[in-house]
């Protein structure tokens, strides 16, 4: 199985231990991954909030520069939010056409050509969907058992477009979970939103959706994710907030293909733990 | 307000209004947002008064500043209204007009965008730099300060002085200007 690969801006800085442990946890179950050259940022919500053409035309560079590579027709993103702005122009051009022009009008600055032959999934999409999970249960011969762990969905794998999971109550990542040997922890937060960009621009609104999840998984050994934003406001500000709340609302928060890393056998070094915020060592104390 | 003079205010406001021409004001966007008690108007209501063409309470209103884009509204909107392009749509009208509640938000979004036109992907201390620097406040960056810290700490961001960059996508952000203008 073979995909190209978008990692994205968060990818290469805040986030570089989704990259890494990402590619080690592909590699372990057989997926090849071919980058896509010369890649640029997908305008994340920054474009759409200051102009509506801007914000098609920075992700369709990508899917053009990827078009263009001739190669496998899945791109493979591991970040919601790049998932989505790519997702959005797969989607939008084949009923827009107006749009589809204007975007290579503007494209043709760099001689690029949007068709559309390409398509977009997201790294939770086929890890629960094109992966033999099979194999994931194989080598890891449930060494996570006795661990509850908490699926953090987010919103923008999840929606508008809801291609691979439930939007309002998924449970793709639960079988991913189990085959560790782990449960997945029950509640009802795994879809909401962790406030996104508020926790910058407007931080007593974006920390008060983190520490509503943050209480809601009390119980729970650990929190996954699969997007650096989520990632980072779950992680960033648990101290703060317990604070706040007069309660230890501390947890580790990992990615989801670090804790089924760990799973498989690789090193805490190996997925990159010591990049994480949150305070990982309870879990590894049990487990690692 | 003197700002619904302004053409292109009105011009997107109109786009906007016919994207939500059918709304029937059941208030489920209201009832499915996750920023509501950040509010000081519901999704409900704006929509009404876009559609009474009252746009000068919906500016004076900083509600749909704080939409995350969790795009909860869109999904469940009974009418298929796409209510968080909406929304975003409302904040490119904002960010236009430089409209003072805006102003963090916006700053923040062009100074992020600006290091994408020069560099292709974002740079995040340069980009943060200068949304500080654009903020005029020398209160604000002590906000951020912890975090920055842990992160440079952790190598995940280096420090970086404001560079020119190679342009990388200047030519696409120009183009991208004249269609629009």
């Known amino acids: ?288 | 307000m003197g700002q619904a003079n302004n053409k292109g205010y009105l011009e997107q406001t109109e786009t906007i209004k016919t994207m939500i021409q059918t709304c029937i004001q059941c208030g489920t966007c209201t009832a499915s947002c996750p920023n509501i008690e950040f509010m000081d108007i519901t999704p409900r209501h704006m929509w009404r008064l876009l559609l009474m063409d009252h746009v000068d309470a919906l500016f004076l209103s900083k509600s749909f500043i704080m939409c995350s884009s969790c795009y909860y509204c869109t999904l469940r909107c009974p009418r298929g209204l796409e209510l968080t392009n909406a929304m975003s749509l409302l904040k490119q009208t904002a960010s236009k007009l430089k409209l003072k509640q805006f102003q963090r938000s916006s700053l923040f979004y062009k100074a992020f965008l600006d290091s994408v036109k020069k560099h292709g992907r974002v740079k995040e201390i340069e980009f943060m730099t200068h949304f500080f620097i654009s903020m005029k406040n020398p209160m604000i960056p002590f906000g951020f300060a912890p975090l920055g810290l842990k992160l440079m700490l952790k190598g995940k961001v280096r420090p970086e002085f404001p560079s020119g960059g190679s342009g990388k996508l200047t030519a696409l952000f120009k183009k991208v200007a004249e269609l629009e203008e």
């Open chain 1, 1 to 288: 199985m073979k995909y190209l690969y978008y990692p994205g801006c968060s990818l290469e800085g805040t986030s570089l231990e989704y990259d890494i442990s990402t590619k080690i946890l592909l590699e372990a179950v057989d997926v090849q991954l071919e980058e896509i050259e010369d890649w640029t940022c997908c305008g994340a919500t920054a474009a759409e909030s200051q102009s509506h053409l801007l914000s098609y035309v920075l992700p369709a560079r990508n899917l053009a520069l990827a078009e263009k590579m001739n190669s496998e027709r899945q791109i493979l993103v591991p970040c919601s939010a790049c998932y989505l702005n790519l997702k959005k122009v797969e989607e939008v051009i084949k009923k827009d056409k107006d749009l589809l022009g204007k975007i290579n009008a503007v494209l043709a600055e760099e001689d690029l050509v949007l068709k559309g032959d390409v398509i977009v999934k997201h790294l939770l999409d086929v890890l629960s969907n094109d992966v033999d999970i099979e194999k994931i249960k194989e080598i890891s011969q449930n060494k996570m058992s006795g661990l509850v762990i908490a699926p953090y969905y987010g919103c923008q794998c999840l929606r508008p477009f809801t291609v691979f999971d439930d939007p309002e109550d998924p449970h793709s990542m639960d079988e991913l979970i189990r085959a560790t040997g782990a449960q997945p922890f029950e509640w009802d937060m795994g879809a909401q939103c962790c406030g996104a960009s508020n926790t910058s621009t407007k931080p007593e609104a974006g920390m008060a959706l983190v520490g509503r999840i943050l209480k809601s998984a009390k119980g729970a050994d650990a929190i996954l994710t699969v997007c650096p934003m989520c990632q980072m406001n779950l992680e960033s500000s648990q101290k703060k907030i317990s604070h706040k709340e007069g309660i230890d609302l501390e947890i580790p928060v990992l990615f989801l293909p670090q804790f089924l890393g760990l799973a498989m056998g690789k090193t805490q070094n190996d997925v990159r733990l010591d990049l994480n915020l949150s305070d990982t060592g309870k879990l590894i104390k049990a487990r690692v």
